[in-house]
């Protein structure tokens, strides 16, 4: 049972004296402009831009002065610019169900492939999810560290990964502040999660600055081989309409019909890529089209002039100032919304310790335990999720 971690405030250790200091402090603060009191409570919006050609050629060459950005139709100045040569962390999140217990080996040594790609200035976590949601790295250059943690990934269990997107965007990527990106490996079919629903991490992706790429692997196959073979009695069917329940494995057409609309969603609110994997030879292409694409990533942001609080989306738009070429970023934003006990920009993001849960604000009722052991010269640190 999780224990529930509560923070005491500054005050309660300080003399009288000291309490009394305080006011008197705050009152001896200068005044502040109407420019600096609109900075400090307006956050900078950062959008993920990849620019191609008409033909889909990635451009990695322009400079700020080559992009226009517009919200609500309406002309914004860029304050900042991360070109695609700065380095980027990238979350690598991995389906670990009972749907991949074929395929676990070979996705494996995709994956390891995949972060050996990436520029090695880049920094890289490793996730898994089945029942539980596990960080079995945190974020580091070291590819050793990067492969133990692949290679000790199990498969088994159901498939919780509205919690396990949760999770990956609120508590391991939002207290990252340059350029970040989330890699999700899954057949998109949840069969586990109670926390986090669909629509909850779908408004999610429409706020973070992360970046979701998705991949669909299709499990659908593996699914209806290993239900036929778990209810067969001396290799003859049994008389049933409804085949027996695997953890993890989705039960119908639809419900993975559902999971690749859900993935395509996810990648299209974030500003990146939905690919599909249909079979275990489209995966090395598919990592790899994902390495040149974070490769290719710029960053930009700026501050809106509208500086409303009333929680309504504002569409983005991204203009290149070249001829014949394109930018693709997220559609837009959720401007922050006042009241409701939540704080309209807050100061810092969430702790390893309490994760934010919809609708419930910062509680610790998914709270991270960390474990860390020496394997030879390597170190491994697990989260998981209880």
């Known amino acids: 049972m999780p224990s529930i971690k509560r923070s005491i405030p500054l005050f309660a250790f300080l003399p009288i004296g000291a309490l009394l200091w305080f006011p008197l402090r705050q009152a001896?603060?200068?005044?502040?402009?109407?420019?600096?009191?609109?900075?400090?409570?307006?956050?900078?919006?950062?959008?993920?831009?990849?620019?191609?050609?008409?033909?889909?050629?990635?451009?990695?060459?322009?400079?700020?002065?080559?992009?226009?950005?517009?919200?609500?139709?309406?002309?914004?100045?860029?304050?900042?610019?991360?070109?695609?040569?700065?380095?980027?962390?990238?979350?690598?999140?991995?389906?670990?169900?009972?749907?991949?217990?074929?395929?676990?080996?070979?996705?494996?040594?995709?994956?390891?492939?995949?972060?050996?790609?990436?520029?090695?200035?880049?920094?890289?976590?490793?996730?898994?999810?089945?029942?539980?949601?596990?960080?079995?790295?945190?974020?580091?250059?070291?590819?050793?560290?990067?492969?133990?943690?692949?290679?000790?990934?199990?498969?088994?269990?159901?498939?919780?990964i509205y919690e396990a997107v949760w999770l990956a965007l609120e508590q391991v990527l939002k207290p990252v502040n340059e350029r970040k990106a989330l890699v999700l490996f899954t057949d998109g079919v949840d069969t586990a999660s109670r926390r986090a629903s669909m629509k909850e991490t779908l408004e999610l992706a429409k706020e973070t600055k992360a970046t979701i790429y998705c991949i669909y692997f299709n499990t659908e196959g593996d699914v209806d081989s290993m239900q036929r073979r778990s209810g067969r009695v001396g290799g003859i069917p049994p008389p049933v309409i409804v085949p027996p329940s695997i953890p993890g494995l989705g039960t119908s057409s639809a419900e993975y019909m559902e999971a690749r609309s859900y993935l395509?969603?996810?990648?299209?609110?974030?500003?990146?890529?939905?690919?599909?994997?249909?079979?275990?030879?489209?995966?090395e292409s598919v990592f790899a089209q994902i390495a040149r694409e974070l490769a290719s990533q710029y960053s930009i942001g700026y501050y809106s002039t509208n500086t409303k609080h009333d929680g309504k989306f504002r569409n983005v738009q991204v203009k290149v100032n070249r001829p014949g070429l394109?930018?693709?970023?997220?559609?837009?934003?959720?401007?922050?919304?006042?009241?409701?006990?939540?704080?309209?920009?807050?100061?810092?993001?969430?702790?390893?310790?309490?994760?934010?849960?919809p609708n419930e604000g910062w509680i610790s009722g998914w709270e991270f335990t960390w474990f860390t052991?020496?394997?030879s010269t390597k170190h491994r640190s697990e989260t998981r999720l209880r």
């Open 28 to 160: 001896q603060k200068p005044k502040q402009t109407n420019d600096q009191a609109i900075r400090v409570q307006v956050e900078m919006v950062s959008l993920p831009v990849v620019v191609t050609t008409q033909d889909g050629k990635r451009v990695t060459d322009l400079k700020k002065e080559d992009f226009e950005i517009f919200e609500d139709k309406v002309p914004q100045q860029i304050a900042g610019f991360a070109a695609t040569d700065e380095p980027i962390s990238v979350a690598l999140l991995l389906d670990t169900s009972g749907s991949m217990q074929r395929k676990l080996g070979l996705v494996q040594d995709r994956a390891i492939q995949f972060v050996d790609q990436l520029h090695p200035d880049d920094s890289v976590a490793i996730m898994s999810f089945a029942d539980d949601v596990s960080l079995l790295e945190d974020f580091s250059i070291d590819r050793d560290r990067a492969a133990y943690g692949i290679k000790e990934t199990r498969a088994g269990g159901s498939t919780a």
């Open 264 to 283: 395509s969603k996810l990648s299209e609110y974030s500003g990146g890529m939905n690919y599909d994997a249909l079979k275990t030879e489209d995966l």
């Open 326 to 357: 394109v930018a693709r970023t997220k559609k837009g934003y959720y401007a922050p919304k006042a009241g409701k006990g939540q704080v309209p920009f807050p100061a810092s993001g969430p702790s390893r310790s309490a994760s934010r849960l």
């Open 373 to 375: 052991q020496r394997a």
